[in-house]
């Protein structure tokens, strides 16, 4: 049987090894506002309407919570780079 020690030293081993395994699945959009170097509001309206982003209504409150997907983000970053490639 395992310490408490050695079982916070084995999952600091893992994750150090693979740092894939412990990245969050869904963002939350203060994160994404930071990476994109944009204020909130605008990646809230970046995000608002993007498929695959989970967007809660909580009883009185006047703005929604937003979880965006690491895959949508790189989705939208991707796009957001290379504006000109995804005129139509």
Do not use: Y
């Amino acid at each position: 049987m395992r310490t408490a020690e050695e079982r916070e030293e084995r999952q600091r081993e893992l994750r150090e090894r693979n740092q894939e395994e412990w990245t969050p699945a869904f963002l939350r959009l203060e994160d994404c506002a930071g990476w994109m170097n944009v204020s909130k509001a605008t990646a809230r309206r970046i995000f608002r309407f993007e498929p695959g982003v989970e967007v809660w209504h909580t009883p009185g409150s006047k703005r929604p919570i937003i979880r965006v997907p690491r895959e949508v983000f790189e989705r939208v970053l991707k796009r957001s780079a290379n504006p000109w490639r995804n005129q139509r």
